[in-house]
C-alpha cells in the first residue's frame, strides 16, 4: 500500500474543525515561541514552543522517521493491542501513533515515569516515490497543507486524558486543551528518512531524501505515576454535494501505566 501523501494515526483534518482552546498552526517558517513552560497552551501567541529542544515541527519530523522505521506488518500504527508500544523509543519523549484509518482500537502501554508523551490527532508526510523529484519543496507543502486530512481538511479533533467528577454531568473525560495541553498544527521542516524492507510507503529499501509532515499533534507531560487513559481521534471531512463527509477517520484509546 502506498499511500502519498500517508495518512496515520488519529491524524487527519477537515471543514469542521473542533476549534477548542489551544490550538495554533507552526509553520516550519515560524520562530518558536519561549515560554517558561513550554507544557502550557497560551491564546496571547502563537503555539509553536520548544519542548525539550525541539519544536512541535520538528519533533512531527522526528515522530515519523520512528513511525517510518519499522516494517508494516511490526509497525506501532497498525498494532492493535499494544504489544509494539515500546518499540524504538528513546529520549525524554514517548511517542504514541494512531491508526491507518481504524476506529475503536485499545491498546494497553506501559510508559517509564518522566516520559513526555507526543502524538498525532491526524497527521500526513510525503515521502518521495520515484518521478517525484519533479516537485518543489514548496509544491510539496502545499499539497500536505491543503490536500490531506492533515491539514485544511480535517475535522472532529478531540483528545482526552482521564475522567474528572462534574456536579451536574458525574464523571465525564477531561479534554486535554482544558487541562492546559494545546493541539497544534505544525509541518515539519525537510528531512530524510530511512525506510526498512517492507516499509509502510511500499517504497524501495534505504535512505529517501525528502520527508515533508503535516498534522496536529499533542504534547503531554510527563504523567503522574499509576494508570491512565488517553483517547485521541481525528478525521478527514470533504464537501460532496453540499453535504460535510468523513473520507477517513482514526481513532485509539490507551490504557497507559505510568512506571510499573
Known amino acids: 500500500?502506498?499511500?502519498?501523501?500517508?495518512?496515520?494515526?488519529?491524524i487527519i483534518v477537515g471543514f469542521a474543525i473542533s476549534a477548542g482552546a489551544g490550538i495554533g498552526h507552526a509553520g516550519p517558517g515560524k520562530s518558536p515561541q519561549s515560554d517558561d513552560n513550554p507544557?502550557?497552551?497560551s491564546k496571547s501567541h502563537a503555539t509553536n514552543p520548544k519542548v525539550y529542544g525541539k519544536t512541535y515541527g520538528?519533533?512531527?519530523?522526528?515522530?515519523?522517521?520512528?513511525?517510518?522505521s519499522f516494517p508494516a506488518d511490526m509497525n506501532p500504527?497498525?498494532?492493535?493491542?499494544?504489544?509494539?508500544?515500546?518499540?524504538?523509543q528513546s529520549g525524554p519523549v514517548w511517542f504514541l501513533a494512531g491508526t491507518f484509518g481504524a476506529t475503536g482500537v485499545e491498546r494497553d502501554c506501559t510508559i517509564p515515569p518522566g516520559k513526555?508523551?507526543?502524538?498525532?490527532?491526524?497527521?500526513?508526510?510525503?515521502?518521495?516515490?520515484?518521478?517525484?523529484?519533479?516537485?518543489?519543496?514548496?509544491?510539496v507543502r502545499w499539497i500536505v497543507a491543503t490536500m490531506t486530512g492533515a491539514g485544511d481538511l480535517a475535522c472532529q479533533l478531540s483528545s482526552t486524558l482521564d475522567t474528572f467528577d462534574t456536579p451536574n454531568f458525574g464523571e465525564v473525560a477531561a479534554p486535554v486543551t482544558?487541562?492546559?495541553r494545546p493541539i497544534v498544527r505544525a509541518q515539519s521542516p525537510k528531512d530524510s528518512v530511512y525506510l526498512p524492507e517492507g516499509n509502510i510507503f511500499g517504497l524501495p529499501a534505504g535512505v529517501n531524501d525528502r520527508l515533508i509532515a503535516e498534522g496536529y499533534w499533542v504534547m503531554l507531560p510527563?504523567?503522574?505515576?499509576?494508570?491512565?487513559?488517553?483517547?485521541?481521534?481525528?478525521?478527514?471531512?470533504?464537501?460532496n454535494d453540499g453535504a460535510i463527509q468523513k473520507t477517513f477517520e482514526t481513532e485509539v484509546t490507551y490504557y497507559l501505566n505510568v512506571g510499573r
Request: glycine share 8%; aromatic share 10%; with cysteine.
Open 77 to 88: 500504527i497498525g498494532d492493535e493491542t499494544g504489544e509494539l508500544c515500546d518499540m524504538g
Open 116 to 139: 513526555a508523551i507526543f502524538y498525532p490527532l491526524i497527521n500526513v508526510t510525503w515521502v518521495d516515490a520515484p518521478g517525484d523529484e519533479i516537485l518543489s519543496d514548496d509544491e
Open 222 to 239: 510527563p504523567l503522574k505515576r499509576g494508570d491512565h487513559v488517553l483517547n485521541l481521534h481525528g478525521a478527514e471531512c470533504a464537501e
Open 178 to 180: 482544558a487541562l492546559g
Open 39 to 41: 507544557f502550557i497552551s
Open 1 to 10: 500500500m502506498h499511500l502519498r501523501p500517508k495518512q496515520s494515526c488519529a
Open 58 to 68: 520538528e519533533w512531527a519530523a522526528e515522530w515519523w522517521k520512528w513511525a517510518a
